[in-house]
């Protein structure tokens, strides 16, 4: 496969450890890579990100197939592997560096993202109304090499253990079928 086939989705769905980690055990994704958008600072670092006066979230930009693995698709685990009704926070993290939010590349991105988040209101899967943002993509900054392959380096680690194990569960529970072989 040539990487010009591949496509982009940059999601933010709390700590970028969590999202990385469940979208690197997808099938049809061929890189996964944390790090910062949505604000107004060029290149922050993740001592600026986590004051919440960046504007910055937390997010992964994911490299997928599009033969194998549809956005549409990537948006339904997204949307099942961390809480889309909670403004600025995911479990114990709080901000808006840890809000829920798609930042599409174009307008079929944005076309998807909204059927995917009005069909899932209307089939009342959460309690709570969806707060997810969809806003059009901007700069992407890597993280720092530390926060790279996190989960997968520091599995023994309590905050793993305990935020990011039940969302691999759920994930191999609920898409058992889209899951690598490896990993």
């Given amino acids: ?43 922050p670092a993740y001592r600026e990100i986590i004051t919440g ?10 490299r997928f197939d599009p033969t194998v693995i549809t956005f549409e698709e990537l948006l339904y685990i997204f949307f099942s592997t961390h809480d889309p009704t909670t403004l600025n926070r995911q479990q114990y993290d709080v901000g808006t560096q840890y809000r829920s939010a798609i930042f599409y590349q174009n307008d079929e991105q944005k076309e998807v993202a909204t059927r995917v988040i009005e069909k899932i209101e209307q089939e009342k899967i959460f309690d709570d109304r969806i707060v997810t943002e969809v806003t059009q993509a901007g700069p992407f900054y890597k993280a720092e090499q530390e926060h790279l392959d996190y989960y997968n380096r520091n599995r023994e680690q ?26």
């Avoid at 006066?53 to 994911?62: C, N």
């Avoid at 309590?158 to 990993?183: G, H, M, V, W």
């Fill in 158 to 183: 309590r905050y793993c253990q305990a935020i990011i194990d039940p969302k691999i569960k759920k994930l191999k529970e609920k898409f058992a079928n889209r899951l690598k072989s490896t990993l």
């Fill in 53 to 62: 006066r960046t504007g910055h979230a937390e997010a992964i930009e994911i």
């Fill in 1 to 43: 496969m040539e990487k010009e086939n591949l496509e982009i989705a940059i999601l933010a769905g709390g700590c970028f450890w969590c999202t990385e980690a469940v979208f690197q055990r997808v099938e049809g994704v061929e890189e996964v890579v944390p790090g910062f958008t949505g604000g107004q600072i060029k290149n």
